[in-house]
């Protein structure tokens, strides 16, 4: 049976020792690819599955991290779903457990009970979390964590961030460059370190090209859909013939209140995004947005909680991924050498 192999038997096989095919199939440093390769191969071909418990007695861990998730992802829109989805394929690619954390009556007290306790190893906290109260003490709890996505106020927390300014300078400099006159922008919190950001995108873009911005072209909003669909009117409002929504879920709300009022996109008014967790619905064009990596931000994020739990005092590390564009139908197709 596949349960009775052993990592001998796959060693052996491999023609490595025990402890180089172990070192191989939990990814750590000191194994050539090849060899690495090759150990993963025989494993997979043997049916070997390692004894988690184990591991686990021998390492002092409980190979589970907590996904901390703030309120606003409860509702599981298309960002919560992506970046939990991508999370759990992340642990479990790394052979770690993926427990989901959110709020409860004493929720900070609850997830240090998880640790001291030995059921989790560290937190990864998502974005939308960031500022509310319990998530805030848990940062102070010296608690092995990363978050995804940039804090406003402190520099000591390991993160994963997406790269927010360039690409929205270079998706707002796309509806320029396609012959955009007037682009209009509605932002996410200013509270939030990625709207601000995606802002500053925006405004480099026109800074560029050496125009001037209207101060009355930016709207700013909740980053949900319902949000910008109640902007629709404002937007048409403004003599805007482009709109840079800086998330998807306010694109897709802003291309249905286009739509019902007969608007045409992109010859009326081209839109574009940032996230790419916009589907396309029937008869709703395929949104122009930036695209988030989310299975490499939560790789990186899983890879440098694991690091961290490696080192008793870690410094603070930073990771920046690197997203793309997506060009659509709601903006006009890109001239030859843009993007």
């Known amino acids: 049976m596949a349960d009775d192999v052993t990592l001998g038997e796959v060693a052996r096989k491999s023609g490595v020792s025990m402890a180089a095919a172990s070192r191989a199939l939990n990814s750590k440093d000191g194994v050539r690819p090849e060899v690495r390769d090759r150990v993963r191969l ?29 309120s606003g992802e409860l509702r599981l829109d298309s960002y919560g779903a992506s970046l939990v989805q991508s999370m759990a394929r992340a642990a479990d690619a790394h052979d770690e457990g993926l427990m989901l954390l959110m709020d409860s009556k004493e929720p900070n007290v609850a997830v240090q009970n998880l640790i001291g306790d030995g059921l989790i190893d560290g937190v990864i906290v998502s974005a939308v979390a960031i500022g509310e109260r319990w998530v805030e ?41 396609t012959g955009c006159r007037s682009v209009a922008t509605v932002t996410g919190p200013m509270t939030r370190v990625d709207a601000s950001l995606r802002l500053q995108g925006y405004r480099l873009a026109h800074e560029r090209r050496g125009l001037e911005i209207d101060e009355r072209m930016i709207f700013h909003s909740d980053f949900d859909r319902r949000s910008g669909y109640e902007l629709t009117e404002t937007v048409v409002a403004c003599g805007a013939d482009g709109v840079f929504g800086s998330n998807d879920e306010m694109s897709l709300g802003l291309m249905r209140g286009f739509g019902e009022r007969g608007i045409k996109m992109p010859d009326d008014i081209a839109i574009a995004g940032f996230d790419g967790t916009s589907e396309t619905e029937q008869g709703v064009p395929a949104l122009t947005t930036v695209l988030q990596p989310f299975q490499e931000i939560a790789n990186t994020a899983i890879e440098t909680l694991l690091r961290l739990m490696e ?6 590390l930073e990771q920046l991924v690197i997203p793309e564009i997506f060009f659509g139908e709601t903006t006009r197709n890109p001239q030859p050498g843009e993007g």
């Open 42 to 70: 025989v494993a997979e071909a043997l049916g070997y599955r390692p004894n988690r418990a184990a591991r686990n007695l021998a390492g002092g861990r409980s190979s589970v991290v907590g996904f901390v998730v703030g």
């Open 311 to 316: 080192d008793s005092d870690p410094p603070p």
């Open 137 to 177: 003490e848990l940062l102070d709890a010296r608690v092995p964590t990363v978050l995804v996505g940039e804090h406003p106020r402190r520099s000591d927390v390991s993160v994963v961030n997406v790269e927010n300014c360039e690409s929205s300078a270079q998706i707002v400099g796309h509806l320029l460059d």
